[in-house]
């Protein structure tokens, strides 16, 4: 009897990589990291900043992340990671002061088939941003600045 490879299922989903970095982010590290014999179709989403915000000039953001900000960027990209049929996912956020066109973060998923990495990639950018306690400043071009989200 023939037995066929198994097929990949909700629940069945790696956490490739998960990290919050001071560093500049490597796009490539995140693709690389759910790459897989058995991944059809990657997502990837990158976010970078840019030079304006509801019409003003931004010279630079800052991010500062909460001390326990890691654990919880792991457990929401665990979270997707069981929650869809995927394969692996990736996450990395920069905190520290990032400059107009700087990448601030890099989100991939690997999945079997293209629908159900788009679908995942955009949960899991979304759940970072509504839960993992990361805060952002921005500086504006005229030196003032603002706290996104802060009220």
Request: proline content about 4%; hydrophobic content about 45%.
């Amino acid at each position: 009897m023939h037995e066929h490879p198994r097929i990949p299922v909700a629940g069945a989903g790696q956490v490739a990589l998960a990290a919050i970095r001071e560093r500049e982010l490597s796009v490539e590290e995140c693709l690389n990291a759910v790459r897989g014999p058995g991944v059809g179709g990657i997502d990837l989403f990158v976010g970078t900043v840019r030079d304006h915000d509801r019409g003003c000039g931004v010279a630079e953001l800052e991010y500062t992340a909460h001390p326990r900000a890691h654990i919880e960027i792991a457990r929401v990209a665990a979270s997707v990671a069981v929650t869809h049929p995927v394969l692996t996912v990736a996450v990395t956020h920069r905190v520290g002061l990032l400059g107009v066109g700087d990448i601030a973060v890099v989100v991939a998923v690997g999945a079997a088939h293209r629908d159900e990495a788009f679908v995942a990639c955009r949960q899991l950018i979304d759940e970072v941003k509504a839960q993992v306690p990361i805060w952002k400043r921005q500086v504006f071009l005229d030196g003032s600045s603002e706290w996104v989200g802060a009220c």
